[in-house]
């Protein structure tokens, strides 16, 4: 793995780029964003410095939208400045409308600003400009960044600064250190025409180093065919660029260097971030999407925050029992759920698949809460079984990836996971996001009903928040998994067997191998094996099993070794995948996969990833598409 491939090209949800040169900025920004355009699309838009004003155009929906809106404005000069920015939209804050698209701009029109992150101190922060006179134009978080960029750059004018780059440096030195959060920021000022500054915190910013022009994106994608000589930022970083060069310092003002590095891929790998699918660049994205996710929930007294909840505390006091529909990954993310909200909450909850829900007539009323969870937010099955729930008075919470979609927006609240766009059509960051959301809700309820004290939440959101370290640990030594991958692409079948959350991991394991590799996979509950699919097992038929962590329920545990050494007996070639330390399991695995420790309830987000490197690559050795697997759409909007 090239150092290109892991730091330039981590996640995030949206597609940015600047440029300042001398040529005409808007086609060339136009065209970066093109090529950004499948980080995220739900808008998209411009700012562009040209002589004494910053013209901006911005629009819903994909970047046609936006072009078209620009062809019509020719002739109002936009096409003419040599210094822009430019952005492609994944919503966090605010939906994906024309007037919460990227620019932002300050109160007197001559800052703009895009940003790609989640700005988690925004509401305090707005909450404080607005006092000071700001007038807010659009709901989301980034517009803070435009007010206080503009704010300070005032400041620096009256303290006697001069005008210039160097000013634009300072005053997003000064801006970001009053952020908290993920982010990458651009930033133009009317009266400093010839210069871009950026900033970047736990997201991606490249810059690319051209002659008399340079570049910022969010991956080297955007500028791949101007130039080839790009520079990694190193975190916590401002760039300014101007066309004579590149100055980067860090957010205290010291000068700083990047790292320059030599681009040879060509742009479809660009795109992919040098990884060979989509697929394995989101597997890769997972401790970021959860970090992502994790952002921004916590309130400063220790309150899990949700998004558009528009359900009051008491509604959720008053729940009585819980439904969790959803479809393929999302209803196995929901079964994980419910292994955790019946733990913490201790109200009944149920899962069902959404196709067959409204069929059987399940029971509901106004002090039922349906949980849909739903990566695209508009699958057809799941859209269904919410109207259903709703028709009966149900109050409907949605979990899902896309905002603006139409499951939540049908629903009562929704808490967003911040995954980004996932392109592969085999679901793995959405899942872990998933996971997290449950796993949030579940504590949410039980803190509102007074079934967890405050430092208990705490305390497992702190465990979660240790999680994308350990992801990251348990991705870079994943290469016996890729071996093993090799090894078992002639096999016939493959069996998954786990219990508790063990359980839906082994049908999300076998549910990745059916649809990647076309081969028969089967998942169990290891107590079932007994009642029928024992049969199955033949002279070396791989089987994996998912072990639980010997620290939580010892007996599961013990059970799960009893049915591997019952299978393995039969002739099972076995497949372990077992806490680090749990040495006690080793003599009972032909290959033995060992994923960091992690609270029971938690371990499905480490479980779960070798299963979607296994499968991945599996289907890669057998020559299929991997990330467009045959008979399969991402979105599926058909009952
Ligand atoms: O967009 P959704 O989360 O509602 O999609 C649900 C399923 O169609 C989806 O998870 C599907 O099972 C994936 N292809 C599995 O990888």
Redesign the pocket.
């Known amino acids: 793995m090239t150092d290109e491939r892991t730091s330039a090209t981590l996640p995030h949800m949206c597609g940015i780029v600047g440029y300042v040169g001398n040529r005409p900025a808007v086609s060339i920004v136009l065209d970066g964003l093109r090529r950004l355009e499948y980080r995220g699309y739900d808008s998209a838009g411009i700012a562009v410095v040209d002589g004494d004003v910053v013209l901006t155009e911005k629009r819903a929906g994909k970047l046609a939208n936006l072009e078209k809106a620009l062809t019509e404005r020719a002739a109002d000069g936009i096409a003419t400045g040599c210094t822009a920015i430019g952005h492609t939209r994944w919503a966090t804050h605010g939906g994906p409308t024309d007037r919460n698209a990227h620019p932002h701009l300050s109160g007197d029109g001559r800052v703009a600003v895009i940003h790609n992150g989640i700005i988690e101190n925004f509401a305090r922060l707005r909450a404080e400009l607005e006092a000071g006179g700001a007038e807010f134009r659009s709901d989301t978080d980034t517009e803070c960044a435009a007010h206080l960029l503009a704010a300070e750059m005032r400041a620096l004018r009256e303290s006697g600064c001069a005008d210039g780059p160097q000013l634009l440096a300072e005053g997003m030195r000064r801006t970001v250190r009053r952020l908290e959060g993920a982010f990458t920021l651009l930033a133009v000022d009317v009266l400093v025409p010839d210069a871009v500054v950026g900033a970047r915190r736990n997201s991606p910013l490249v810059v690319g180093r051209g002659a008399g022009e340079n570049y910022l994106a969010s991956d080297v994608s955007a500028f791949i065919e101007h130039t080839r000589e790009a520079v990694e930022l190193g975190q916590d970083q401002v760039v300014l660029i101007t066309p004579a060069g590149i100055e980067i310092s860090d957010f205290q003002g010291n000068p700083a260097t990047g790292k320059d590095f030599h681009i040879d891929w060509d742009a479809s790998a660009a795109e992919k971030g040098g990884y060979d699918y989509f697929m394995l660049k989101e597997i890769a994205e997972q401790p970021q999407a959860i970090a992502d996710t994790l952002l921004g929930r916590l309130s400063e007294r220790g309150d899990i925050v949700l998004d558009e909840v528009r359900l009051t505390d008491q509604d959720l006091r008053d729940v009585d029992k819980v439904f969790i529909i959803?479809?393929?990954?999302?209803y196995h993310s929901g079964m994980v759920a419910k292994y955790a909200i019946e733990h913490w909450v201790r109200i009944p909850c149920e899962v069902e698949l959404a196709s067959e829900f409204r069929y059987r007539d399940p029971v509901l009323d106004r002090s039922t809460l349906v949980i849909a969870?739903?990566?695209?937010?508009?699958?057809m099955d799941?859209l269904m079984a919410l109207r259903h729930a709703k028709e009966q008075k149900a109050r409907v919470l949605a979990i899902c990836n896309t905002n603006g979609s139409t499951i939540p927006r049908e629903s009562d609240a929704v808490l967003y996971t911040h995954g980004g766009p996932e392109i592969a059509?085999?679901?793995t960051k959405?899942f872990l996001t998933q996971l997290v959301a449950c796993y949030l809700i579940g504590l949410h309820l039980a803190q509102i009903r007074g079934v967890m004290y405050a430092d208990e939440v705490a305390s497992v959101v702190s465990r979660l928040q240790t999680i994308p370290d350990q992801l990251r640990d348990l991705l870079a030594g994943m290469e016996d998994v890729r071996a093993l991958a090799r090894d078992l692409k002639t096999a016939s079948t493959v069996l998954f067997i786990g219990r508790h959350v063990g359980f839906p991991v082994a049908l999300e394991g076998a549910?990745?191998l059916k649809?990647l590799a076309y081969m028969h996979a089967e998942g169990f509950a290891a107590g079932e094996l007994k009642h029928g699919p024992i049969a199955l097992i033949d002279q070396g038929t791989p089987v994996v099993c998912v072990v639980p962590s010997p620290a939580g329920r010892g007996v599961l545990r013990d059970k799960v070794v009893s049915n591997i050494q019952e299978v393995r007996a039969r002739g099972a070639r076995t497949i372990v995948i077992a806490e680090e330390g749990d040495d006690a399991v080793a003599p009972y695995a032909d290959h033995l996969i060992l994923v960091p420790r992690t609270p029971t309830l938690l371990a499905p987000l480490m479980t779960t990833v070798p299963l979607q490197i296994l499968a991945c690559e599996i289907a890669a050795a057998r020559g299929h598409d991997v990330d467009q697997p045959r008979n399969?759409a991402k979105?599926?909007t058909v009952e």
Do not use: D, N, P
């Open positions: 959803a479809c393929g990954t999302a969870i739903s990566q695209s937010g508009e699958t799941t059509v085999a679901s959405a549910l990745k649809e399969l979105s599926v």
